[in-house]
């Protein structure tokens, strides 16, 4: 008889982020046992650390990636009042992109991993694995009560930093090849803003104000470029202008003194709007971040690594999971540069392949989100919320295909595979061919 202590389900995903939502869900809708750790107290990932970020990338060539990401927004899209709108980017090369309701769309996540059955576990840290040669045994957790060992029959680390898998054994690599990461941000919005005014001068990035307040000594140097977009909500602005340079993602004390400097940035941007820039005048600050969000840390080594040439040449992989068109979106790697440059020509579009998911020999683990196979050009491009939302979903249902066939994650047939997720409604794989979608 089982030990009624030691959970054993079929699917474990580690991280609670887009990237796991769509595998837990994924697994437990093939109709697997599927239990979900987070080590914070919501889901969502960048979502809860970045209230209000926008879903950006969720429309290659202006048609819906399909798949939860789709199945999520129009959940909310749909509700009276709507929780959620479809909006052009104001940024560079950025498609269109999602606003919506944080706090009603992570309830939308939670209700939907409630209707899945999932056995998911807040406030609870994942350790290290135990290994039996080539297979993970079990991994050893932790939350409150203390540590508990949970033996899955697969893994699927959706953590962001990807440490069971690295202890698993899979190679990595941190950062780029100096080993330089993109800088973490804090963010907030601002209530009570008089839009017509704020956005008057038609500058997305507010260079002119931030000159000035960089100039007076107001702002940090680092601030040239303010991000400030129009939130879901009417009066709102969400400013995703703080970012902390030279942080080690996967360092607590790094991390904690990140937040600390965003938070003092964070005060100081607000003031300044508040004080100089038209429109803000009644305005106040609300909702800043609980932490940075980290954009990068680890990637680790899949069977196959994505290239920036792989994404310049519109490459549709044979297993190809999701359809991209994002810009490589790379921020203050290792100076203030920041870059929206467009990697594929107007109108095209490349896809994730599902070797860029898979490790080179632990048997049964998966990986999915910003952990992705992929150099710093790739990276900087694949890893918005909705890319990571169906990797997800490639790896959850790629989880239960292995399941049902009792064989090893590298031997998964990458063309029942395709087929699969295009029944489950993602756009752009296989032969289904995506077409630009005019406004």
Not at 295 to 316: F, H, M, N, S, V
């Amino acid at each position: 008889m089982a030990d009624p202590s030691t959970p054993s389900p079929d699917v474990l995903v580690i991280g609670g982020g887009t990237a796991g939502f769509g595998a837990a869900l994924a697994a437990a809708r093939h109709g697997y046992s599927t239990c979900l750790i987070e080590a914070g107290q919501k889901v969502g990932g960048v979502m809860s650390a970045c209230p209000g970020m926008p879903w950006g990338a969720a429309y290659p060539c202006g048609t819906s990636v399909g798949g939860l990401m789709k199945d999520l927004s129009e959940r909310l899209f749909t509700m009276q009042p709507p929780a959620a709108e479809k909006r052009p980017c104001t940024l560079d090369n950025f498609g269109p992109e999602i606003l919506y309701d944080p706090e009603i769309a992570t309830l939308t996540m939670f209700d939907m991993l409630e209707v899945a059955s999932i056995d998911l576990r807040l406030g609870t840290l994942a350790l290290d694995p135990e290994m039996d040669g080539n297979r993970i045994k079990s991994v050893r957790v932790a939350d409150r009560h203390g540590l508990q060992s949970i033996k899955p029959g697969i893994v699927i680390d959706c953590s962001g930093d990807g440490d069971i898998s690295a202890k698993a054994g899979v190679p990595y690599r941190l950062g780029d090849a100096s080993g330089a990461m993109m800088g973490v941000t804090l963010t907030f919005l601002i209530e009570g803003a008089d839009w017509t005014r704020v956005f008057a001068e038609n500058d997305p990035y507010f260079t002119a104000h931030a000159a000035r307040g960089i100039a007076s000594g107001r702002l940090h140097p680092d601030l040239s470029k303010l991000y400030l977009m129009k939130g879901f909500h009417a009066g709102t602005v969400f400013c995703n202008s703080v970012v902390i340079r030279d942080v080690d993602g996967t360092n607590p004390a790094n991390v904690t003194r990140a937040t600390q400097e965003g938070r003092r940035r964070c005060h100081a941007l607000s003031r300044f709007l508040i004080d100089e820039v038209p429109g803000f005048e009644t305005a106040c600050m609300t909702q800043l971040g609980p932490t940075v969000g980290v954009r990068e840390t680890r990637k680790l080594e899949g069977l196959y690594q994505i290239t920036g040439t792989d994404l310049a040449r519109a490459t549709k992989f044979r297993d190809g999971v999701v359809a991209c068109d994002n810009p490589v979106d790379d921020v203050m790697r290792s100076d203030s540069t920041m870059t929206h440059d467009a990697i594929v020509a107007d109108g095209a579009y490349y896809t994730i392949p599902f070797r860029a998911l898979v490790p080179r020999r632990i048997s049964n683990l998966l990986f999915a989100g910003r952990i992705v196979s992929a150099d710093d050009v790739a990276f900087a491009s694949v890893r918005g919320m909705p890319q990571c939302m169906a990797m997800g979903q490639a790896t959850g249902t790629a989880a239960a295909m292995a399941l049902q066939d009792g064989i090893p994650v590298q031997g998964i047939d990458t063309e029942a595979l395709v087929t699969n997720l295009q029944a489950q409604g993602l756009r752009g794989l296989g032969d289904d061919r995506l077409s630009p979608q005019r406004p």
